[in-house]
């Protein structure tokens, strides 16, 4: 993000009544930023001001002035917009098949997949313990889906793919 030189500014003027008027300065061009004529109340201030710094695409240097005479300054950043999805690994395409499917759970219910890392015996009593954590598996192979409120549970496994050390290069 590309700072300027001179940082747009909200002056925030606080009246007799606790209200608070704002007047954006040095906006650099003169398009119409969306701000309020009238006072605009304590509760709202922020995001109002949340708002501008969004129009204006960058930060801004937002001054209070209270009615005592005190001073307030900060630099507000606009909000990082939300990232794009990524179209190529989108999961909702009608087309797109999916790796591993299991029915029996309720409708809407939190599914959790587990990747198994590593698996043990259970004892001669019917217990299993894990005495160290496991390390991440290299290559997922075997997945578990879990219900969390139907506990119902499918365990399957993804398809594999090559390595990366198995790929080759060639240089021309």
């Not at 390390?135 to 990366?164: D, N, Y």
Request: with cysteine.
């Amino acid at each position: 993000m590309a700072v300027p030189v001179v940082l747009p500014r909200a002056v925030v003027t606080v009246d007799d009544d606790g209200g608070a008027r704002i007047v954006v300065e040095n906006i650099g061009h003169h398009d119409a930023i969306d701000c309020p004529d009238g006072p605009v109340g304590r509760g709202e201030l922020g995001a109002v001001l949340a708002r501008i710094a969004e129009q204006i695409g960058g930060p801004i240097r937002v001054e209070v002035r209270e009615l005592d005479g005190s001073r307030y300054a900060d630099i507000l950043q606009p909000r990082t917009p939300a990232p794009k999805p990524d179209t190529e690994h989108e999961r909702n395409e009608p087309d797109a098949r999916p790796v591993l499917r299991g029915e029996g759970f309720l409708p809407g219910e939190t599914v959790l997949v587990a990747v198994i890392a590593t698996t043990t015996r259970a004892d001669e009593h019917g217990a299993a313990s894990l005495t160290d954590a496991p390390k991440p598996p290299r290559q997922t192979g075997e997945v578990v889906l879990l219900g969390s409120a139907s506990g119902t549970i499918i365990r399957g496994s993804l398809p594999t793919r090559p390595a990366r050390s198995a790929l080759r290069w060639w240089r021309r």
